[in-house]
């Protein structure tokens, strides 16, 4: 195949405080840059990205830069950058109107929503359906606008990747879309992160965000489907029944639609840091006794894999996509089981042997998720799309 002009959306990577998706799309792009290959890609950004986020990347137009090209017969392949600051709208504005002057060969978009009409193939990663599922635990119009984006995405789409079975079936069940059109692709798990051990540097991440010694942890953005007030109770259910519990519960992550206060309002052992920097992630992960997980859906879950790169036992769900993430790694309950979740709690505390047991299978699992695997199947289902419009 000859080279092709990819154009990716890269707004969701300038986002200060990323969580799943945002970080899906910032791992994935830095992956297919660093791959071995003689595709152009030209990313697009509504927000000015730093220096280092993709250091590589040429700041210029594309136009420009395929002007150039041709004038001095370079054959590189570069990244450029191109930054349009726009406030409102700006996948269905600014992106598709860039899309239109530069006419890339393909169009990845890695979260959701694709323009409203733009031109040529295109490839776009839907992650979940957690609002068909769980209408009430998002606002009004952001429902209705999740809908109606992702069925039009869907439909406009080439191809489509989902980063789960679940995810898959989701799309097969509730919009029609063809088995042949899905591309069931799991993303990597950051391989940055490793367990931590020196206790000055546990120390003195507890002290930045005023954590106990001894904890559980759940990390995500706090909302409804992360079933946070179950959590919570399981936790409180456990601690009752100890004597000297002296195991607290550390809920971390930035407050999302309809948080409630009452979640953890007057808990005594629940600890709520707000968002964690991605430099002390792999020390929290690391302090911890165990990752308590049991959200009511997922599309994929990354800190289940993030807690086992860091040998931290997990108890997740036994529903939605993690038994997929997590195999047989971790502590799968009913999430909706205040019971099980407390049993689970007590289990994980107190049995060694089953901890470490989670401990070397988990280091085992999260080795099977790699972004350089999940970007070299990217581009393949990018390179697909394009032959759609342009012959080998």
Same mark, same amino acid.
């Given at each position: 195949?000859?080279p092709?002009? #990819?154009?990716?959306?890269?707004?969701?990577?300038?986002?200060?405080?990323?969580?799943? *998706?945002?970080?899906?799309?910032?791992? %994935?792009?830095?992956?297919?840059?660093?791959?071995?290959?003689?595709?152009?890609?030209? %990313?697009?950004?509504?927000?000015?990205?730093?220096?280092?986020l993709?250091?590589d990347?040429?700041?210029?137009?594309?136009?420009?830069?395929?002007?150039?090209?041709?004038?001095?017969?370079?054959?590189?392949?570069?990244? #450029?950058?191109?930054v349009?600051p726009?406030?409102?709208?700006?996948?269905?504005?600014?992106?598709?109107?860039?899309?239109?002057?530069?006419?890339?060969?393909?169009?990845?978009?890695?979260?959701h929503?694709?323009?409203?009409?733009?031109?040529?193939?295109?490839?776009? *990663?839907?992650?979940?359906?957690?609002?068909?599922?769980?209408?009430?635990?998002?606002? /009004?119009?952001?429902?209705?606008?999740?809908?109606?984006?992702?069925?039009?995405?869907?439909?406009?789409?080439?191809?489509?990747?989902?980063?789960?079975? *679940?995810?898959?079936h989701?799309?097969?069940?509730?919009?029609?879309?063809?088995?042949?059109? #899905? =591309?069931?692709?799991?993303?990597?798990?950051?391989?940055?992160?490793?367990?931590?051990?020196?206790?000055?540097?546990?120390?003195?991440?507890?002290?930045?965000?005023?954590?106990?010694?001894?904890?559980?942890?759940?990390?995500g953005?706090?909302?409804?489907?992360? =079933?946070?007030?179950?959590?919570?109770?399981?936790?409180v259910?456990?601690?009752?029944?100890?004597?000297?519990? /002296?195991?607290?519960?550390?809920?971390?992550?930035?407050?999302?639609?309809?948080y409630?206060?009452?979640?953890?309002?007057?808990?005594? /052992?629940?600890?709520l840091?707000?968002?964690?920097?991605?430099?002390? #992630?792999?020390?929290?992960?690391?302090?911890?006794?165990?990752?308590?997980?049991?959200?009511?859906?997922?599309?994929?879950?990354?800190?289940?894999?993030e807690?086992?790169?860091?040998?931290?036992?997990?108890?997740?769900?036994?529903?939605?996509?993690?038994?997929?993430?997590?195999?047989?790694?971790?502590?799968?309950?009913?999430?909706?089981?205040?019971?099980?979740?407390?049993s689970?709690?007590?289990?994980?505390?107190?049995?060694?042997?089953?901890?470490?047991?989670?401990?070397?299978?988990?280091?085992?699992?999260?080795?099977?998720?790699?972004?350089?695997? *999940?970007a070299?199947?990217?581009?393949?289902?990018?390179?697909?799309?394009?032959?759609?419009?342009?012959?080998?």
């Amino acid at each position: 195949m000859r080279p092709l002009t #990819i154009a990716i959306a890269a707004s969701r990577t300038t986002i200060a405080h990323r969580t799943g *998706t945002e970080n899906y799309a910032l791992r %994935l792009i830095r992956a297919m840059l660093a791959l071995d290959t003689p595709h152009r890609f030209l %990313l697009y950004f509504r927000d000015q990205p730093s220096d280092d986020l993709f250091p590589d990347s040429m700041r210029q137009p594309p136009r420009l830069t395929r002007w150039l090209d041709r004038a001095s017969g370079d054959k590189r392949h570069p990244v #450029i950058q191109q930054v349009i600051p726009w406030r409102r709208a700006w996948t269905h504005l600014r992106f598709a109107e860039a899309l239109w002057q530069d006419r890339p060969d393909v169009t990845f978009v890695p979260a959701h929503t694709l323009p409203l009409w733009f031109p040529g193939p295109a490839v776009v *990663t839907v992650h979940d359906l957690g609002y068909v599922y769980f209408p009430t635990a998002h606002p /009004g119009l952001t429902r209705r606008y999740l809908e109606w984006s992702t069925r039009h995405s869907v439909q406009r789409a080439t191809r489509i990747i989902a980063d789960s079975l *679940t995810t898959a079936h989701d799309l097969a069940a509730h919009y029609g879309v063809s088995e042949n059109k #899905i =591309n069931l692709i799991y993303p990597g798990v950051d391989e940055s992160l490793s367990r931590h051990t020196e206790p000055s540097k546990l120390a003195a991440m507890r002290a930045r965000y005023g954590l106990p010694e001894h904890y559980l942890l759940f990390i995500g953005t706090l909302q409804p489907r992360k =079933n946070i007030a179950r959590i919570v109770q399981g936790y409180v259910r456990w601690r009752s029944a100890q004597k000297n519990p /002296g195991v607290s519960l550390v809920v971390a992550g930035p407050k999302g639609w309809l948080y409630d206060p009452g979640w953890v309002e007057g808990v005594e /052992g629940v600890t709520l840091p707000g968002y964690i920097d991605d430099d002390d #992630i792999a020390a929290l992960y690391s302090g911890a006794l165990g990752l308590v997980f049991p959200t009511l859906y997922e599309g994929f879950g990354f800190p289940v894999l993030e807690a086992m790169r860091c040998g931290t036992p997990v108890i997740t769900s036994s529903t939605s996509s993690l038994p997929e993430v997590a195999g047989d790694a971790a502590i799968l309950v009913n999430p909706r089981d205040v019971d099980a979740i407390a049993s689970a709690i007590g289990k994980l505390v107190s049995d060694d042997a089953l901890r470490q047991n989670l401990i070397d299978k988990g280091y085992q699992q999260a080795q099977r998720f790699t972004w350089r695997q *999940t970007a070299e199947q990217t581009l393949q289902v990018l390179e697909i799309a394009a032959r759609k419009n342009r012959p080998s």
